[in-house]
């Protein structure tokens, strides 16, 4: 893939919740794996005959953690977290590619004194927040970290204890808003509120608590959290260069397959030509893989540039990303985010 794949040790596995483990990775002796508060590890399996690639984003936080930790939700039906949880055990060796990903710490300005950082996040979202707390708290660069964090229950709530002791050691730069959909509230806690995420209610007492105008909003979970955190903050005046989002998965509008049908696509890598059948519906990455091709990808969220191809012929549709990233040429596109328009399209693609 032209990029550094490191073989990783499993030292430990810790069970969460009832459907997320965290692994932990020793660090290699000689090469030791450099990352960022808030970056991902892309781990590489092969599964029945088949290689699957798929990003997890660090929970343990550098400096901090021994190990290199991801934290693992199981995604039913899902083929890797399945495997991750019920294969994966201590002394296992597993392929991964180098850390990747721009949802990190220090995409703040270094001219801002105070640093402020809020942390919106529900579910299995929590994981690069962890390590963007976890560091932020370490460091005296940051003043205040807030976390806004959704879950179901109590019991599904991933890192409940690490928040807790995190909040007792850091008691006054460290405020953890709790939202659960289906626990009992004890109301006598302003802090801890029954259902979905409320950003507004949140944004209002934040304000009048900090120096709030110069905070950095780190979003990860699902496209409705983020669209209501973003939509809150922009009503605030928050420029968006500080608001940064991750995403897990990419949700694809259906309105925009209307002028997408079944295509073959031909892939060229080197000097060897496939021809493969993109289904309706499918990216050509999604075929490509299915089709039994090594092709090169981490995110398929349109991050992480690896699935980068060269339009050699034809036309493809870019659907599921909102902006593509600046240093694409006009004649490239994203495997993973695009779908032929045209029954003739051929792509020099990288393996
Ligand atoms: C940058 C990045 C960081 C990530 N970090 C984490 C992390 O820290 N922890 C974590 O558990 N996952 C994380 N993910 C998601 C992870 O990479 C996999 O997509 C997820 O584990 C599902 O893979 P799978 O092979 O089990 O499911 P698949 O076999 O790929 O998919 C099965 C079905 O589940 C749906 N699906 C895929 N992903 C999800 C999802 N995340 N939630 C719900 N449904 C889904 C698919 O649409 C499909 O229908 C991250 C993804 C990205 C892009
Ligand atoms: S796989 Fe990451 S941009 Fe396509």
């Given at each position: 893939m032209g990029m550094l794949i490191y073989t990783l040790k499993v030292d430990s596995v810790i069970k969460e919740t009832i459907d997320t483990t965290t692994i932990c990775f020793k660090q290699p002796g000689l090469k030791k794996v450099r990352y960022k508060p808030g970056q991902y590890l892309t781990l590489i399996f092969?599964?029945?005959?088949?290689?699957?690639?798929?990003?997890?984003?660090?929970?343990?936080a550098p400096g901090i953690d021994?190990?290199?930790?991801?934290?693992?939700?199981?995604?039913?039906?899902?083929?890797?977290?399945?495997?991750i949880l019920d294969r994966v055990s201590v002394g296992d060796m597993i392929e991964v590619l180098e850390p990747m990903?721009?949802?990190?710490?220090?995409?703040?300005?270094?001219?801002?004194s105070k640093k402020y950082v809020v942390l919106w996040g529900s579910g299995s979202g929590i994981t690069p927040l962890m390590s963007i707390a976890k560091f932020a708290?370490?460091?005296?660069?940051?003043?205040?970290?807030?976390?806004?964090?959704?879950?179901?229950?109590?019991?599904?709530?991933?890192?409940?204890?690490?928040?807790?002791q995190l909040q007792q050691l850091h008691k006054e730069r460290f405020s953890v808003w709790h939202f659960y959909t289906q626990a009992v509230i004890d109301d006598s806690n302003p802090y801890i509120i029954k259902g979905r995420i409320e950003a507004t209610k949140v944004l209002n007492i934040m304000q009048a608590e900090s120096d709030f105008k110069n905070a950095n909003h780190y979003i990860?979970?699902?496209?409705?959290?983020?669209?209501?955190?973003k939509h809150e903050l922009a009503k605030l005046g928050i420029a968006s260069e500080n608001i940064l989002a991750e995403d897990f998965e990419v949700t694809r509008d259906p309105k925009a397959?209307?002028?997408?049908?079944t295509q073959n696509v031909i892939l060229k890598t080197g000097d060897k030509e496939l021809e493969i059948e993109v289904a309706k519906g499918k990216s050509i990455l999604e075929a490509g893989i299915d089709a039994m091709i090594d092709l090169s990808y981490s995110c398929q969220t349109g991050n992480c540039l690896l699935c980068k191809a060269v339009l050699l012929n034809g036309k493809v549709k870019t659907i599921g990303v909102e902006n593509l990233p600046d240093d694409l040429?006009?004649?490239?596109?994203?495997?993973c985010c695009s779908f032929p328009l045209t029954a003739n399209v051929k792509l020099l693609v990288k393996n």
């Open positions: 092969r599964i029945n005959g088949r290689r699957y690639i798929r990003p997890y984003s660090f929970s343990s021994p190990t290199l930790n991801i934290t693992v939700k199981r995604v039913p039906g899902g083929v890797v977290s399945n495997h990903g721009d949802f990190i710490l220090d995409r703040f300005a270094d001219n801002v708290l370490n460091s005296s660069k940051y003043e205040h970290v807030t976390l806004v964090y959704g879950n179901r229950t109590f019991e599904t709530t991933i890192f409940s204890e690490q928040i807790k990860c979970g699902p496209v409705g959290l983020k669209d209501s955190v397959f209307e002028e997408i049908f040429q006009s004649n490239e596109c994203l495997l």
